[in-house]
């Protein structure tokens, strides 16, 4: 399927990177491509782009995407960006970029079951090489566990009640598909305001299956040991768990002598780019320099 993707904050992450000819950069969630395209279009195709992502389907699109430039595209986890570079031959680089969260591709192609308002099996892996679905959360994990983690990585008040909503259902009939879990959600928490009842519970799930907050706090350690002295680390995030955890890390390494923080307070998209990209609305965007 077609799928047109708007790289969010490109100027900002651009003038962030302060990307130079020669220079060799990491996009460690290259996703489509379209932060990549950006940085190698600003050195008009003079740098080296080293591009990572777990997605298949994505690097397929990236690979295309990107085709004509000084691209290595590399099916891996990015907190193994060290390991991906050495193989690559280099052992440091000029600049690395993270953009988090769930993908365009990810929430709109068929069957991979990121979203709540379709009919299709309980997925939310990154990864299809992994063992672990959301289908295998739902099913399995204790009332307890389920809370735990709704609470944990979707800030959802209603945590408890919704485990045992799904745990209550579970027990009369299996939860296969996201409208299932999404109707139940909806049934047992009700629906107010604009913002879906389902949405904090599936962030969660999300967040669960692909591990995603523990590999934010590896990739940052991972990233800035291979960093140039000089180099710049961005890091655009979507919700509170994310920026809180990029935000402490960056002020960890300040106090320890480690980097500079370039972005006292985050960057965020210009209100334009939040008219004509909605999806942009909550990112924050966060720099260090690498002393």
């Known amino acids: 399927m077609e799928i047109a993707h708007v790289p969010v904050m490109l100027e900002e992450v651009l003038r962030m990177l302060k990307v130079k000819k020669s220079g060799v950069y990491v996009d460690g969630t290259v996703g489509l491509g379209g932060h990549a395209e950006g940085i ?3 050195v008009e195709g003079g740098c080296t782009l080293i591009g990572i992502d777990k997605d298949e389907e994505a690097l397929k699109i990236a690979k295309e995407r990107l085709k004509g430039f000084d691209v290595h595209l590399i099916r ?38 990121f979203s709540f308002l ?43 009640k919704i485990a045992r909503a799904i745990v209550n259902v579970r027990e009369q009939k299996p939860i296969r598909t996201c409208r299932e879990l999404s109707q139940i959600i ?34 940052i350690n991972t990233g800035i040991n291979i960093l140039k002295s000089g180099g710049r680390f961005c890091i655009l995030s979507y919700h509170s768990l994310e920026d809180r955890i990029v935000k402490h890390s960056f002020k960890e390494l300040a106090h320890k002598g480690m980097v500079s923080i ?6 965020i998209p210009k209100k334009e780019e939040q008219r004509l990209n909605p999806s942009s609305r909550s990112a924050k965007l966060r720099t260090v320099e690498k002393l």
């Open 40 to 42: 190698l279009k600003s």
């Open 118 to 160: 379709k009919d299709e099996p309980l997925d939310m892996r990154m990864d299809n090489r992994q063992t672990l679905t959301a289908l295998r959360i739902i099913s399995g994990y204790p009332e307890k566990d389920l809370a735990h983690i709704l609470w944990q990585y979707g800030e959802e008040r209603f945590s408890r």
């Open 186 to 219: 909806e049934k047992a928490i009700g629906r107010k305001g604009r913002i879906h009842p389902a949405t904090k519970t599936f962030q969660a799930l999300r967040i669960e299956v692909n591990k995603e907050l523990t590999e934010l706090s590896m990739a």
């Open 262 to 267: 370039i972005t006292k307070k985050p960057l």
């Open 76 to 113: 891996d986890r990015f907190p193994n960006t060290d390991a991906v570079i050495s193989n690559l031959g280099y052992r440091e680089v000029d600049g690395i970029l993270l953009d988090l969260g769930v993908s365009t591709l990810q929430l709109k192609s068929e069957g991979r079951g």
